[in-house]
Nanobody, 124 residues
């Protein structure tokens, strides 16, 4: 079993920055691609950013492109999401996810492993 634990998050004013970390433990050989999703109240969980295992390919949702940066050391069990120029609409619970395939996916249903989530609140 793969365990994921997020850290970081918190509250910030619009235009500010925050960083999120996700550490993987357990049977990490069972996971390859990792990603961040978020879910705002009353909305579906949506893809934010994803990385291959080697950390040599990243993809981002259009809503965060240019503002968020995903980083992952090759073969590392941790990924980081640096969020800049935050907007109130970025307010959500952010989840780290992992899957056995080494290709990223924007579909939450493709990820069997999830963290508990961490709250990000952006005030105007």
């Amino acid at each position: 079993q793969v365990q994921l634990e997020e850290s970081g998050g918190g509250s910030v004013q619009a235009g500010g920055s925050l960083g999120l970390s996700c550490e993987e433990s357990g049977q990490t050989y069972g996971s390859c691609a990792m990603a961040w999703f978020r879910q705002a109240p009353g909305k579906e969980r949506e893809f934010v950013a994803g990385s291959t295992w080697a950390g040599n390919f990243f993809e981002y949702a259009d809503s965060v492109k240019g503002r968020f940066t995903l980083s992952r050391t090759a073969a590392s069990s941790e990924i980081y999401l640096t969020m800049g120029n935050l907007k109130p609409e970025d307010t959500a619970v952010y989840y780290c996810a992992a899957r056995g395939s080494c290709d990223t996916s924007r579909q939450a249903r493709d990820y069997p492993y999830w963290g508990q989530g961490t709250q990000v609140t952006v005030s105007s």
